[in-house]
């Protein structure tokens, strides 16, 4: 990456941030645990724009006077799986790679 596109990667990176700042603080803490989830099993190739869609959604979910929960679920990491839906997860890739392995040997 040339040193400008890191530059603007960083100043949008910095602005998804503060929009989150912004949240109520209940809005706050579930975005982080989705953030959390999605960047420890989520998609292979996290589309940039996902995250920033999720703010999105719970800044509609705010304004319109609604609690967090009540714009995810009580279950949150079903909301997460939902939205990478049939992408492939780190998860996903790290099985194969066990299993190919496992394949490997008994054919020792």
Not at 46 to 61: M, R, Y
Not at 75 to 96: H, N, Q
Request: hydrophobic fraction near 40%; aromatic fraction near 10%; proline fraction near 2%.
């Amino acid at each position: 990456m040339r040193i400008r596109e890191t530059i603007e990667a960083k100043k949008a990176w910095r602005a998804h941030v503060s929009r989150v700042k912004e949240l109520p603080q209940d809005y706050q803490i579930v975005y982080k645990e989705i953030q959390k989830y999605l960047f420890k099993v989520g998609p292979v190739e996290l589309n940039n724009g996902l995250l920033s869609e999720i703010v999105s959604f719970f800044e509609e979910g705010e304004a319109a006077g609604k609690g967090v929960l009540e714009v995810t679920g009580t279950d949150v990491a079903a909301f997460c799986d939902d939205l990478i839906g049939d992408s492939k997860t780190f998860a996903e890739l790290y099985l194969e790679l066990a299993s190919k392995k496992v394949d490997k040997d008994r054919e020792k």
